[in-house]
Nanobody, 123 residues
Framework: QVQLVESGGGLVQAGGSLRLSCAAS????????MDWFRQAPGKEREFVAV???????YYSDSVKGRFTISRDNAKNTLYLQMNSLKPEDTAVYYC?????????????????WGKGTLVTVSS
């Protein structure tokens, strides 16, 4: 059974940085597309960033230029470096994995989900 466990969330001031990690266990996800989604209070879960198995990436417009997604296949771990954080980035951040080819950006395209880590950005 695949498990995804996020870590690295916390409270940070606007303009600060955080690095999220997502450790996968149960099977190797090297050939999976790996995503970050987020869900703010009272809002739907939204796509943040994706990286496919060959390293291609894609970002939502709201985080492009500030966030960087990466993966270490040897460690079966996904990362999200978040810089220049804004209060509107406050949300629970989820990692997810998709067996589909390409850059998958929809929640319906995910096969596995983590339980999330809370990021709070104060103004």
């Amino acid at each position: 059974q695949v498990q995804l466990v996020e870590s690295g969330g916390g409270l940070v001031q606007a303009g600060g940085s955080l690095r999220l990690s997502c450790a996968a266990s149960g099977r190797t996800l090297n050939r999976y597309a790996m995503d970050w989604f987020r869900q703010a209070p009272g809002k739907e879960r939204e796509f943040v960033a994706v990286i496919n198995w060959i390293g291609d990436t894609y970002y939502s417009d709201s985080v492009k230029g500030r966030f960087t997604i990466s993966r270490d296949n040897a460690k079966n771990t996904l990362y999200l470096q978040m810089n220049s954080l804004k209060p509107e980035d406050t949300a629970v951040y989820y990692c997810a994995a998709s067996a589909q080819l390409g850059l998958v950006v929809t929640t319906g395209g995910m096969n596995y989900w983590g339980k999330g880590t809370l990021v709070t950005v104060s103004s």
